[in-house]
């Protein structure tokens, strides 16, 4: 395993598309024709596809619809989102979500982000996005329903819209349910903040919504995760994962309280976890996960330079259960293994339920490189897989490039001292990405599922070399993952104490 590793970092330079197992699934702009000059200012990066997700049709693991971002804007949101389906598992085919107004017969609204899809057991398909103005306070999340396996999107509803600017809401994403057909549950975070007058206030609790009839009606928002019980608190990340065994339901999230109404300073960040076992009726109180150490994402070798500054994944979980025995894990970005100098990514798992969890181990396998947005999923063998960026690439004294690629690694259920790692990217330059925010974003989570037997798929985004008006593209491919019984982990670095996370991550549009 070291020897292999050693080869790959005889090679840093930005690779051609061929140099890797995965393939374009984003060609084209379904949206290069939209007129956006009433949508706000901002920069707008034309034909630029970020932070995907990806679910495969249970009764047809061939049929296969990824979601993400379409024309990212600088300060918020994309033109809309996109669906790319594909009936074979190989060709794809984009056509556009309905949550804003650039998608014909979308919602009237000028943005849209946090695309989300998943497939029930019936082969009926649920997609998720937020949409919002920027000229305005409206805000709020949608679903919508595909029957004809990701062809077309129909029954748009928007479960929650607020046009008061005190309320955000954020991070949104959909959770067929594997064992009853017909019924899956959106879940986001809702921010009420007033930093003035005699009523301040800074709440974000998590909301939910949920059909029964496939999509064709949704139950009314509602709270179900109470944050007003410590003041200054919020969730954000919310996910639900479902027990395939008895259709107990996991919310997994991020818990961040601050100082005060402003949420400048936190006091407390870490995962949490609610469980329902009466389909998203009742939900119990939130028990703690693992503690949040992530630091600012930043490019090493240029960390005070706000033009090279990074936008991943850290605050959020990304969770999965192993079907067959039940257990939980939860993988996210952490400072731990690095004395809080830089992030890695960081698993931790639970054999009861999500009552206690295992202390956290290092999955990445470059240990002097920051590693980033973990996603992970759990096949029908035991064997674990996650995929992450990580910086291997960079050389010493490389300030204007950021040689950036992404990792598959896998081990056996309950192997984690012995996992096998590949690339799966091409080396691409993440600073030719958008800026989005506070940094060069390729998402703030990306895509991993199960797909068949043995066999997983990524969707992840790249960024393009030297071409502003199609700075990033998504890509997938159907992956063979290998639980090597004889790799050897590089040792951890020495943990003498981890820094604070910042703020930065309060709201991700």
């Not at 596809?49 to 804007?73: K, L």
């Not at 939910?208 to 179900?224: K, L, V, Y």
């Not at 009552?355 to 470059?366: F, L, Y």
């Not at 491919?477 to 040792?491: F, I, K, Q, Y």
């Amino acid at each position: 395993m070291a020897a292999a590793a050693a080869v790959l970092l005889l090679a840093p330079s930005i690779g051609s598309a061929a140099d890797q197992p995965v393939q374009l699934i984003s060609p084209g702009d379904p949206y290069a024709a939209c007129a956006i000059g009433g949508d706000g200012p901002g920069t707008n990066y034309p034909s630029a596809e970020e932070e995907p997700y990806v679910s495969a049709n249970p009764r047809d693991p061939r049929n296969v619809i990824g979601v993400f971002q379409q024309d990212r804007w600088s300060n918020g949101g994309a033109r809309g989102l996109s669906s790319a389906y594909s009936l074979d598992g190989k060709h794809f085919t984009t056509v556009p979500l309905p949550f804003s107004h650039c998608a014909p017969g979308g919602l009237p609204y000028q943005r849209a982000s946090d695309a989300w899809v998943s497939f029930g057991p019936d082969g009926v398909a649920y997609s998720s996005g937020l949409f919002f103005d920027v000229t305005t306070a409206r805000n709020g999340v949608g679903a919508a329903t595909s029957y004809d396996r990701g062809r077309s999107w129909r029954n748009t509803t928007e479960l929650i819209m607020d046009t008061d600017a005190a309320f955000v809401n954020d991070k949104n994403s959909v959770t067929a349910d594997p064992l009853h057909p017909g019924t899956a549950y959106q879940v986001w975070d809702r921010i009420h903040q007033v930093t003035t007058g005699p009523h301040t206030v800074y709440d974000g609790p998590a909301y939910i919504s949920i059909t029964r009839d496939g999509g064709h009606s949704w139950s009314p928002a509602r709270p179900f995760v109470d944050t007003s019980v410590v003041p200054n608190s919020q969730t954000i990340g919310n996910v639900i994962v479902a027990d395939p065994r008895d259709g107990t339901l996991y919310d997994f999230f991020e818990w961040q309280t601050y100082t005060d109404v402003n949420a400048t300073t936190p006091t407390d960040l870490h995962f949490a976890v609610v469980r329902s076992h009466d389909q998203g009726r009742t939900w119990s109180k939130p028990e703690k996960v693992a503690t949040d150490t992530a630091v600012p994402e930043i490019h090493p070798n240029a960390p005070t330079d706000p033009t090279k500054a990074l936008r991943a994944g850290s605050g959020l979980p990304s969770a999965a259960i192993d079907a067959t025995t039940g257990e939980l894990y939860v993988a996210y970005e952490g400072s731990e293994f690095t004395g809080g100098r830089f992030d890695a990514v960081q698993l931790v798992h639970s054999t009861d339920g999500g009552h206690t969890w295992s202390g956290p181990t290092r999955v990445n396998q470059a240990p002097n490189a920051p590693a980033f947005t973990p996603s992970i999923a759990v096949d029908e063998r035991g064997t674990v897989s996650l995929t992450y960026y990580d910086l291997r690439y960079l050389t010493p004294g490389d300030t204007t490039t950021l040689p950036t690629a992404a990792w598959l690694v896998s081990f056996p259920r309950g192997g984690e001292e012995c996992p096998s790692e590949r690339r799966i990217s091409r080396v691409f330059d993440w600073l030719q990405a958008p800026y989005a925010g506070w940094g060069h974003f390729l998402g703030d989570y990306e895509g991993l599922i199960t797909d068949g037997p043995g066999a997983v798929r990524p969707v992840l985004v790249e960024a393009n070399e030297s071409q502003p008006l199609n700075s990033t593209d998504a890509f997938s491919g159907l992956l063979r993952p290998t639980a090597s019984a004889t790799a050897t982990a590089p040792p951890a670095v020495a943990h003498p104490g981890a820094a604070a996370a910042t703020a930065a991550h309060r709201i991700r549009h």
